[in-house]
């Protein structure tokens, strides 16, 4: 059902850096802006990276986004036991006309 | 701080309506900037958008192409909230249900806090 391709799981371990990335299309991640959202065990999605690599206040800078063409990454940087949790990529399909999310990727810390 | 607050029966039955009301604080539902969107997640269709309701000098909303059929987005001014209903539903609707804020267009920034609803006889 989901539109963008996310891989499963990714792991590492405390300090390590870890990469996620997100695979669409050209009538979404090719010509919109990318979200990313950080689910917590049994909570809602927190909006973590928007507009490809912008942070909202509050989100510490070791997560960053980039977007190339079709695909766009999500990056964990000083891995912590705290940001073990389920990472959703997010956009607008114009093709759909509506909002898309990736497969979604959990992140282990190992 | 924007806050939702979601409310609304968690058990279904079959060929039912599912209602659920989502209150906004710290905004209003007929903010000229933002739109209130509906997403549901489950494990065999993941995070799925169902439709969103916004004010621009009137009322407008958008509805996924999967769901359009079976669903209402409305609005409540003197509430300041918005509501989904699904009717016809299936155990196939079983989901985690959210109600959302978004802005500049398609920035999803605020959630409600998910209401897991069943649906079964």
């Known amino acids: 059902q989901s539109v963008l391709t996310q891989p499963p799981s990714a792991s590492g371990t405390p300090g390590q850096r870890v990469t996620i990335s997100c695979s669409g299309s050209?009538?979404?991640?090719?010509?919109?802006?990318v979200y990313w959202y950080q689910q917590l065990p049994g909570t809602a999605p927190k909006l973590l990276i928007y507009?490809?690599?912008l942070r909202p206040s509050g989100v510490p800078d070791r997560f960053s986004g980039s977007k190339s063409g079709t695909s766009a990454s999500l990056a964990i940087s000083g891995l912590q036991s705290g940001d073990e949790a389920d990472y959703y990529c997010?956009?607008?399909?114009?093709?759909?006309?509506?909002?898309?999310f990736g497969t979604g990727t959990k992140v282990t810390v190992l | 701080q924007v806050q939702l607050q979601q409310s609304g029966p968690r058990l279904v039955k079959p060929s039912q309506t599912l209602s659920l009301t989502c209150a906004i604080s710290?905004?209003?539902?007929?903010?000229?900037?933002?739109?209130w969107n509906w997403i549901r997640q489950s494990p065999s269709r993941g995070l799925e958008w169902l439709g969103k309701?916004?004010?621009?000098?009137?009322?407008?909303?958008d509805y996924a192409i999967s769901v359009r059929s079976r669903i209402t987005i409305n609005s409540d001014t003197s509430k300041n909230q918005f509501s989904l209903h699904v009717n016809s539903v299936t155990p196939e609707d079983t989901a985690v249900f959210y109600c959302?804020?978004?802005?500049?267009?398609?920035?999803?920034?605020?959630w409600g806090q998910g209401t897991l609803v069943t649906v079964s006889s």
């Open positions: 710290g905004d209003t539902v007929s903010s000229d900037s933002a739109a």
């Open positions: 507009n490809n690599n």
């Open positions: 959302a804020r978004s802005v500049a267009g398609t920035r999803i920034d605020y």
């Open positions: 050209s009538s979404n991640i090719g010509s919109n802006y």
């Open positions: 309701t916004y004010y621009r000098s009137k009322w407008f909303t």
């Open positions: 997010g956009t607008w399909d114009d093709s759909l006309s509506g909002h898309v």
